[in-house]
């Protein structure tokens, strides 16, 4: 059941739950400068601590964002917060987020190619959020745009051929939604 402060976990798959998003989330160009944690001007930082309870503010994308960024954004829209992390944040998270297999709708899933020596497994990994069977919506620079993309879509890009695998939102009581 939804809640009267965020809309119902799309129940449509892929393209057309993507269409069902604001414009505001349909159509943000991609900028690689902003991304969680960058610092103002180019992008203001999430604020510190664990998520407030209720809505989560619309995010300011006019100035674009980056996948991450953008992820998040789409996130909050379903009232589903976490704290910001860069990709290996995200991969490593407990807290805000566990594991999940299958992936399920708004799972945020990251994308790699492959393991980096010395660098934390999910370092620099590109972040979409799961739409439904073998569809994510996210934002890259080759599209410019957000996209919905199948898992072979992404296997066929080198830097996206390695699915890491799926991080579930835990609700503010620790339960997973």
């Given at each position: 059941?939804?809640?009267?402060?965020?809309?119902?976990?799309?129940?449509?798959?892929?393209?057309?739950?993507?269409?069902?998003?604001?414009?505001?989330?349909?159509?943000?160009?991609?900028?690689?400068?902003r991304?969680?944690?960058?610092?103002?001007?180019?992008?203001?930082?999430?604020?510190?601590?664990?998520?407030?309870?209720?809505?989560?503010?619309?995010?300011?994308?006019?100035?674009?964002?980056?996948?991450?960024?953008?992820?998040?954004a789409?996130?909050?829209?379903?009232?589903?917060r976490?704290?910001?992390?860069?990709?290996?944040?995200?991969?490593?998270?407990?807290?805000?987020?566990?594991?999940?297999?299958?992936?399920?709708?708004?799972?945020?899933?990251?994308?790699?190619?492959?393991?980096?020596?010395?660098?934390?497994?999910?370092?620099?990994?590109h972040?979409?959020?799961?739409?439904?069977?073998?569809?994510?919506?996210?934002?890259?620079?080759?599209?410019?745009?957000?996209?919905?993309?199948?898992?072979?879509?992404?296997?066929?890009?080198?830097?996206?051929?390695?699915?890491?695998?799926?991080?579930?939102?835990?609700?503010?009581?620790?339960?997973?939604?």
């Amino acid at each position: 059941m939804a809640s009267p402060d965020r809309p119902q976990v799309p129940t449509a798959h892929g393209p057309v739950a993507f269409e069902g998003l604001p414009r505001a989330l349909r159509n943000v160009a991609y900028s690689a400068a902003r991304h969680p944690g960058a610092g103002t001007p180019e992008c203001p930082s999430y604020p510190a601590g664990p998520p407030a309870a209720g809505p989560a503010p619309p995010p300011d994308l006019t100035g674009g964002a980056n996948c991450q960024r953008y992820a998040y954004a789409v996130l909050g829209h379903f009232g589903l917060r976490v704290p910001p992390p860069r990709s290996a944040g995200l991969w490593a998270d407990r807290a805000a987020t566990r594991p999940a297999a299958p992936p399920g709708p708004l799972d945020p899933v990251p994308f790699d190619a492959g393991p980096v020596p010395a660098r934390p497994a999910g370092y620099g990994a590109h972040v979409g959020v799961h739409l439904g069977p073998d569809r994510v919506l996210h934002l890259c620079r080759e599209a410019g745009r957000p996209v919905v993309w199948t898992c072979a879509d992404f296997a066929v890009r080198p830097r996206y051929a390695r699915l890491l695998g799926a991080k579930r939102v835990v609700a503010g009581d620790g339960r997973t939604r």
